[in-house]
């Protein structure tokens, strides 16, 4: 099942899928599919730590309910249609941030939570644009014209270690950190957080996804998958997850798609 929201002059249609994957005993991912806004999220809590799918689920319940919220606020600017460029700016970064905040008082308030934490991308549609935030190492691609572009760069240790030094195929493969995040929602205080503005055009896809769907998956897998124009966009999003469990599963998986197409 698929649902669409009018943004502008754009339609924005979202799909997504999760599943605790074949190696897992619990799904510690959360997405949040629209229901009254053109708003996604993906949320993958920390392997290891306790009450990852606590930190995840609070996550994405957060920035759902700052945005609807917060949508009473915006500035009215008729007869005029204007994207208010920062205000949205200010707003995914706040809503992340607020999430931020509920996950570290919860895990230092309850002993049973303690250390918990999680990744996250959030995705929202405003009059012709679109704004992304970023935490951790999960993904966000967008499919332009059948070419794939990685939106996001991960908050991980290898991702560290590769901007640092030239490292071969193999290396990248044998590193012995590969799940070791540097930066997550939970674990501090306060938290940076990676924002993308940049307009959309009729046509775009994005796909965010967790480290479930990427460990198993290589991006021309994913390309190949997503850019099938024969299938409906709830189908791509439950193969992704199909395809991922058929390489091994060994994490939970998720996929959550969005369709930009024309009114």
């Keep these: ?19 605790v994957g074949r190696v897992r005993s619990h799904n510690e991912d ?6 009254e806004m053109a708003l996604g999220v993906v949320a993958d809590g920390m392997g290891g730590h306790a ?17 609807g919220n917060s949508g009473q ?8 249609r204007l994207p208010s460029l920062e205000l949205e700016r200010n707003r995914m970064t706040t809503a992340i941030k ?19 934490g999680c990744t996250v991308e959030a995705i929202y549609f405003a009059q012709e644009r679109v704004y992304i935030g970023h935490v951790g190492d999960s993904r966000v691609y967008r499919i332009r014209d059948g070419v794939m572009r990685q939106l996001t760069e991960d908050h991980s240790l290898l991702n ?3 901007r640092m030094k030239a490292m071969s195929g193999e290396e990248v493969q044998n590193f012995p950190h590969t799940n070791v995040v540097v930066r997550a929602l939970g674990l501090a205080e306060r938290v940076q957080v990676d924002l993308i503005a940049d307009e959309c055009h009729v046509g775009d896809m994005f796909l965010l996804c967790s480290d479930g769907l990427t460990d198993m998956l290589s991006d021309e897998e994913v390309r190949t998958l997503v850019t099938d124009p024969a299938s409906r966009l ?30």
Excluded: C, W
């Design 160 to 162: 560290d270690y590769r």
């Design 73 to 80: 606020y915006e500035p009215d600017t008729f007869p005029f």
């Design 30 to 35: 959360a997405i949040h599919i629209p229901s």
């Design 98 to 116: 607020l999430a931020n905040s509920r996950i570290f008082e919860t895990s230092a308030s309850d002993p049973d939570k303690k250390g918990m």
């Design 51 to 67: 009450a990852g799918d606590v930190a995840s689920a609070l996550a994405v319940e957060t920035i759902a309910e700052y945005y």
């Design 234 to 263: 709830d189908a791509v999003a439950t193969r992704l997850v199909d395809a991922a469990n058929e390489a091994g599963g060994k994490d939970n998986i998720s996929a959550l798609l969005v369709q930009v197409l024309s009114t």
């Design 1 to 19: 099942m698929s649902i669409s929201f009018t943004a502008g002059s754009q339609r924005i249609r979202f799909a997504g899928h999760t599943d």
